[in-house]
Nanobody
Framework: QVQVVESGGGLVQAGGSLRLSCTAS????????MGWYRQAPGKQRELVAR???????DYADPVKGRFTISRDNAKNTVYLQMNSLKPEDTAVYYC?????????WGQGTQVTVSP
């Protein structure tokens, strides 16, 4: 069983920055793709950004140019640098890790952006 733990959320003013971290540990298989998703109140969970084990990245249109995803494969850790934050970025951010054919979720970390 893989454990996924996020950290780094918090409250920030619009225009500010936050950095989220997520580490995946345990399990029998190596970690492949990792990604960040978010869910705002009353909305469905949506992809924010994802990164393959080889470093290929994919971003949702609303965050392109503002967010950067990166990873440290040796630590099975993925980061999300969020700059120029907007109130509409307010959500619970979830980390997802793929191991073999299985996907694992973290418990989520709250990001709140005040106007």
């Amino acid at each position: 069983q893989v454990q996924v733990v996020e950290s780094g959320g918090g409250l920030v003013q619009a225009g500010g920055s936050l950095r989220l971290s997520c580490t995946a540990s345990g399990g029998m298989f190596g970690i492949n793709a990792m990604g960040w998703y978010r869910q705002a109140p009353g909305k469905q969970r949506e992809l924010v950004a994802r990164i393959s084990s080889g470093g290929s990245t994919d971003y949702a249109d609303p965050v392109k140019g503002r967010f950067t995803i990166s990873r440290d494969n040796a630590k099975n850790t993925v980061y999300l640098q969020m700059n120029s934050l907007k109130p509409e970025d307010t959500a619970v951010y979830y980390c997802n890790a793929q191991a073999h054919v299985y996907y694992y979720w973290g418990q989520g970390t709250q990001v709140t952006v005040s106007p």
